[in-house]
């Protein structure tokens, strides 16, 4: 009999349990502080309600921790929480901060909102990697003239290449074309004239201070035409880690500022999304035009600077107070 007795008190404690747990709810609460009967207990005294602080222990070191003085505490009450005495609605501290003796002009808690800013950052970095395209038109009377003669001047502007940009760089065929030259004459169908064979290659190269070089050398070897350079950068990971901690620290910034403006601080960060960090857009250089074998200058060719750009949206929970 006692056994049974025994289990049913269990049951009803459990189902006491189950059931207190859907009402426990997030709320503020400002009150007096005040030491319990329980050995290093405190409690909230807010008006006729007791609300027992369950995790003091996070705040007993703060000098306005003492009993008497005001606090303003957000959490949430815990009703599935027994304790030995049970004095006062057991209450899970989130934030607590100490509340103005009257008439010295301080902050008053009034509640916690949310804000929602943006940070944006631009982070420039030198490229670090070249990109080159040069080709080789040859025409002729007839299909095999022409792309004869292609392949024996290809021949020499890939080994001029290679050459002038260095065993490090990476050289690969990114384009073949061979194609009729028609004519055309009001009335008649067009008549083939020829043939145009178009060889392209690109050259992938880290060291810039050759580029210069290797458009000089691919003219001299017989390219008649490079598209145009592009310069990028490979290793980017540095530059947008920099671009995105800069755009969340000016997120940050910006809802600090929001906050004191409010008369208020900022107690947690709730959220924080990455919109996106911006690739760097290659610099394309001008069409070159190529310079006869006579020509003492080399060709001048300046890198200039890449873009990375960053944006960071946060929300942050506000204490808001009124003077």
Request: glycine share 8%.
């Amino acid at each position: 009999m006692k056994r049974k007795l025994i289990n049913i008190l269990a049951a009803l404690a459990l189902a006491t349990l189950f059931t207190t747990q859907v009402f426990a709810k997030e709320m503020t609460v400002q009150g007096r502080l005040q030491k319990t009967v329980e050995p290093g207990g405190w409690v909230i005294v807010a008006g006729n309600q007791k609300y027992l602080i369950l995790n003091s222990q996070h705040f007993q070191n703060e000098k306005w921790f003492a009993e008497g003085n005001e606090v303003a505490s957000s959490g949430e009450t815990r009703p599935d929480v027994m304790t030995t005495y049970m004095e006062g609605t057991p209450f899970e501290v989130r934030t607590m901060r100490p509340l103005a003796q009257g008439g010295t002009g301080a902050s008053v808690l009034i509640g916690l909102t949310k804000v929602s800013v943006t940070g944006d950052s631009i982070v420039q970095a030198q490229p670090d990697t070249a990109i080159l395209t040069v080709s080789v038109v040859t025409q002729g009377h007839n299909a095999l003239e022409a792309q004869q003669d292609n392949a024996n001047r290809s021949d020499a502007v890939v080994k001029a290449l290679k050459s002038a940009a260095g065993a490090r760089a990476e050289v690969k065929t990114s384009g073949y074309n061979l194609q009729p030259i028609r004519a055309y004459k009001e009335g008649l169908p067009p008549s083939i004239t020829g043939y145009e064979a178009r060889n392209s290659v690109t050259v992938t190269m880290s060291d810039l201070t050759r580029v210069g070089a290797v458009i000089d050398a691919t003219a001299q070897a017989g390219s008649n035409d490079i598209s145009g350079i592009s310069f990028t950068l490979r290793k980017d990971r540095p530059a947008r880690d920099q671009a995105l901690a800069e755009a969340t620290r000016e997120a940050l910034s910006k809802a600090q500022v929001v906050a004191t403006a409010l008369g208020g601080r900022v107690v947690r960060i709730v959220e924080v999304q990455e919109e996106g960090v911006q690739q760097p857009r290659p610099i394309y250089a001008d069409q070159f035009q190529m310079k006869s074998m006579s020509a003492a200058a080399p060709t001048p060719v300046e890198v200039g600077t890449l873009d990375i750009t960053s944006r960071v949206q946060l929300v942050a929970e506000i204490e808001v107070g009124q003077r």
